[in-house]
């Protein structure tokens, strides 16, 4: 008869079988009851939701969020295709963030979906998906990175809310940055028929002295009929110079982040104001 010792070794395997599969969204029908419990009792699995689960250290306190947070999105996509197929994608918002290298684990993870019905998941550690019926993007407006549909950028630019250019104005600029050109945004704000949006990206993308771009999207509007007015979306500029040389969004992200901080810093430590400004030279492209 076997050994509780190799009772848990033989579970353990089934559970490493898995995880050598890619699996990190373990769904009770992967795990035969016995092993199941046998790693839940140990302390190898921890559920997430109904009939869904996780690979978890046994070392983790209650409470304890590593493993949630790093398995995260990897959890999220798998779980949202075994539910949708290929029929879902994050909300522009959430896309736009992602694009800017803002992968954070967000409280709530909105999801479009046809076959949705407005409706929440609770997660572990306060999180949660909610689940929004909405038709999806065409299908050359939808990527997909480390598993997660969302929006392309020029898409998420075109259709993120307006209020996100004050709620989130650094994962916005970070974004608008990434963008070295106006075809692609173009292409969706002329289908759409978008003239206010196209006034609103114009305004946002000389806010960044991305000039060029700005005049192209007006000029190219303009001439397909639209009566489209530039406005800006943000409630300030920017003084750090942002490069569209790089297709990484993290040299801007750090740029605009320090920006975000310098004020704060100067304020409170009004005798180093030289310091900050030196240091900020250094993060000019």
């Given at each position: 008869?076997?050994?509780?010792?190799e009772k848990?070794?033989e579970?353990?395997?089934?559970?490493?079988?898995?995880?050598?599969?890619?699996i990190?969204?373990?769904?009770?029908?992967?795990?035969?009851?016995t092993?199941?419990?046998?790693?839940l009792?140990n302390?190898f699995?921890?559920?997430?939701?109904?009939?869904?689960y996780?690979?978890?250290?046994p070392n983790?306190?209650?409470?304890?969020?590593?493993?949630?947070y790093?398995s995260?999105w990897?959890?999220?996509?798998?779980?949202?295709?075994?539910?949708?197929?290929?029929?879902w994608?994050?909300?522009?918002?959430?896309s736009?963030?992602?694009?800017a290298?803002n992968?954070?684990v967000?409280?709530?993870?909105?999801?479009?979906s046809p076959?949705?019905n407005?409706?929440k998941?609770d997660?572990?550690?306060?999180?949660?998906?909610f689940?929004m019926q909405?038709?999806?993007?065409v299908?050359?407006?939808?990527?997909?990175q480390?598993?997660v549909?969302?929006?392309?950028?020029?898409?998420?630019?075109?259709?993120?809310?307006a209020n996100?250019?004050?709620?989130?104005k650094?994962?916005?600029?970070?974004?608008?940055?990434i963008i070295?050109g106006?075809?692609?945004?173009?292409?969706?704000?002329?289908?759409g028929?978008?003239?206010?949006?196209?006034g609103?990206?114009?305004?946002?993308?000389?806010?960044?002295?991305?000039?060029?771009?700005?005049?192209?999207?007006?000029k190219?509007?303009?001439?397909?009929?639209?009566?489209?007015?530039?406005s800006d979306?943000?409630?300030?500029?920017?003084?750090?110079?942002?490069?569209n040389?790089?297709?990484s969004?993290?040299?801007?992200?750090?740029?605009?982040?320090?920006h975000?901080?310098?004020?704060i810093?100067?304020?409170?430590?009004?005798k180093?104001?030289e310091?900050?400004?030196?240091?900020?030279n250094t993060l000019?492209?």
């Open positions: 008869m076997a050994t509780p010792s848990l070794a579970s353990l395997n089934k559970l490493r079988d898995l995880q050598e599969l890619g990190v969204a373990i769904h009770t029908r992967k795990l035969s009851r092993h199941r419990e046998r790693l009792e302390g699995l921890k559920e997430v939701y109904q009939g869904w996780i690979a978890v250290h983790e306190t209650q409470g304890d969020s590593t493993s949630w790093s995260y990897t959890f999220c996509s798998q779980f949202l295709d075994n539910k949708y197929k290929n029929k994608c994050i909300s522009p918002e959430q736009l963030m992602l694009h290298g992968w954070a967000p409280q709530q993870l909105v999801i479009k076959g949705a407005n409706y998941t997660l572990l550690n306060g999180t949660s998906l689940h909405s038709p999806l993007p299908i050359n407006e939808i990527t997909i480390r598993g549909r969302m929006l392309t950028l020029p898409a998420s630019l075109v259709n993120v809310s996100s250019f004050t709620k989130n650094t994962d916005v600029r970070t974004a608008l940055s070295n106006s075809s692609d945004i173009l292409s969706i704000l002329l289908e028929g978008k003239s206010v949006v196209a609103r990206l114009a305004g946002a993308f000389r806010n960044i002295n991305q000039e060029r771009v700005a005049d192209d999207i007006i190219t509007m303009q001439k397909a009929g639209y009566d489209v007015r530039e979306p943000f409630e300030d500029m920017t003084s750090i110079p942002l490069s040389k790089e297709r969004p993290y040299g801007n992200r750090v740029r605009l982040m320090w975000q901080w310098r004020d810093v100067i304020k409170i430590f009004p180093h104001q310091l900050v400004l030196i240091r900020e000019k492209p």
